[in-house]
């Protein structure tokens, strides 16, 4: 089957709409697991979250920068269902989407200026065995806007990731605004979230 033919959301304006509402929650509450209610057929390499974020986001505007890994169906897909340009430069992308975040270096991507902070990149981070609420030896602390006292959360990045997190944060209100998406579940992770690293069990 050609990409091209893979259609887009069912209902658009509806599905778009929860979409939209879904991801705004998950930026105001940090680290709380939500589900995407939109489904639909996405190429191999995306999932149907993140599949559904990037119809909502992306547009014949948007540049984009996709990890090189990703199969080029997945570029094909985009540019037909949203008409986005495609760039090889991290740090000229409005969206990022990531499927080996190991590889990727939060300093890359654009961060804005002091005048123009919303000028940044945001990340669309895949981890399919996305979860929270868990005490696993790579849970960290989450605690910030939208967050009472602490959240814990543990998904699939690195002790690595997480430094870079916090250099991140340290940039406010410079700085990367992050989701991480599961087959049906996103998660939110502005560049306001603290994170402080769990001791290992």
């Known amino acids: 089957m050609l990409t091209t033919t893979l259609p887009g959301f069912t209902d658009f304006t509806s599905d778009s709409q929860q ?8 930026l105001a509450e940090p680290g709380k697991l939500l589900e995407v209610p939109a489904r639909l057929t996405v190429p191999d390499g995306l999932t149907p979250a993140c599949g559904a974020a990037c119809l909502t986001l992306i547009d014949f505007e948007t540049v984009v920068w996709l990890s090189p890994t990703l199969p080029s169906l997945v570029k094909d897909w985009l540019r037909f269902h949203t008409g986005c340009t495609f760039t090889d430069q991290p740090v000229q992308c409005a969206f990022a ?17 002091a005048e123009s902070p919303e000028e940044s990149t945001t990340l669309l981070i895949q981890d399919k065995q996305l979860q929270t609420d868990s005490q696993t030896n790579n849970s960290v602390l989450l605690s910030g806007p939208g967050i009472i006292e602490s959240r814990t959360v543990s998904p699939a990045v690195s002790v690595s990731f997480w430094k870079m997190w916090q250099q991140n944060h340290a940039a406010y209100p410079r700085g990367v605004d992050c989701f991480l998406f599961g087959e049906h579940q996103l998660m939110g992770l502005p560049r306001s979230t603290h994170v402080q690293l769990r001791e290992a069990a």
Do not use: H, M, N, P
Request: glycine share 4%; hydrophobic share 50%.
């Open 19 to 26: 979409t939209f509402r879904a991801l705004l929650t998950a």
């Open 97 to 113: 989407v990531i499927s080996d975040w190991e590889a990727v270096a939060l300093t890359q991507f654009c961060r804005g200026s």
